[in-house]
Structures are given as structure tokens and as C-alpha cells.
């Protein structure tokens, strides 16, 4: 089984930052895409960041500038800093991951976390 554990989340005054991790765990080959995503109340789960393996990223519109998704490749961690945070940033932000669980596996599967709060508030 894989797991994909978000932390960092917390409530911040508008202009302040954050940096959200994601840490997978479990029977892990190798991954492949791993992104950032966010869930407002009342809204639909919209992208906020990919990176590919190879560090290729893309972001929201609403993000690009204030955001900055990397990876450790060797710790298999994903980050978000978030800069400038708006209270339209507050949302419950979800990591995402494509994962191969065996070398002898052709596919990969894709997993999500929990989700970790972050509220942009005065």
C-alpha cells in the first residue's frame, strides 16, 4: 500500500507563506508525476501545481509568481512553498502522485493524500 502524508498546513494573515510537504510512504519503485491540488468549500478540487520527475512544472494562473512546487527525488518528498497567500488560497490542499510499486510493474498508479488545511485569514 501507498500513502502520501501533506503537512505544513495552518492558518496565515494574507501576505504571509507556507510551505506544504508530502512525504509517501509505503512499497514504493519509482514516481512519476506529483502535483498539488485544492478543494475550496463549495468548489470543485482544481490544480495547483505538477512537477514531472524530470522537474518539469506548471502551474494554476492563479498561482504562478507566489507558488513554487519542487521535489527531493531521493527522499521522494514534494513541496509547495506558497508566497503572498490570499484569502482565495484558503483551501484544503491535496498532494497527488503517480506510482510505481514493483520494477516489473507496467503501469503507474495514481494516489492521493488526505489533504492539509490552509486558511488565509485576518
Known amino acids: 500500500q501507498v500513502q502520501l502524508v ?4 495552518g492558518l496565515v494573515q494574507p501576505g504571509g ?5 508530502c512525504a509517501p510512504s ?12 485544492r478543494q475550496a468549500p463549495g468548489k470543485e478540487r482544481e490544480l495547483v501545481a505538477v512537477i514531472t520527475s524530470g522537474g518539469s512544472t506548471n502551474y494554476a494562473d492563479s498561482v504562478k509568481g507566489r507558488f513554487t512546487i519542487s521535489r527531493d527525488n531521493a527522499k521522494n518528498t514534494l513541496y509547495l512553498q506558497m508566497n503572498s497567500l490570499k484569502p482565495e488560497d484558503t483551501a484544503v490542499y491535496y498532494c497527488n502522485a503517480d506510482v510505481k510499486r ?13 489533504g492539509t488545511q490552509v486558511t488565509v485569514s485576518s
Open 17 to 21: 507563506s507556507l510551505r506544504l510537504s
Open 26 to 37: 509505503g512499497s514504493i519503485f519509482s514516481i512519476n508525476a506529483m502535483g498539488w491540488y
Open 102 to 114: 514493483r520494477p516489473d510493474t507496467m503501469t503507474y498508479s495514481n494516489y492521493w493524500g488526505q
Open 6 to 9: 501533506e503537512s505544513g498546513g
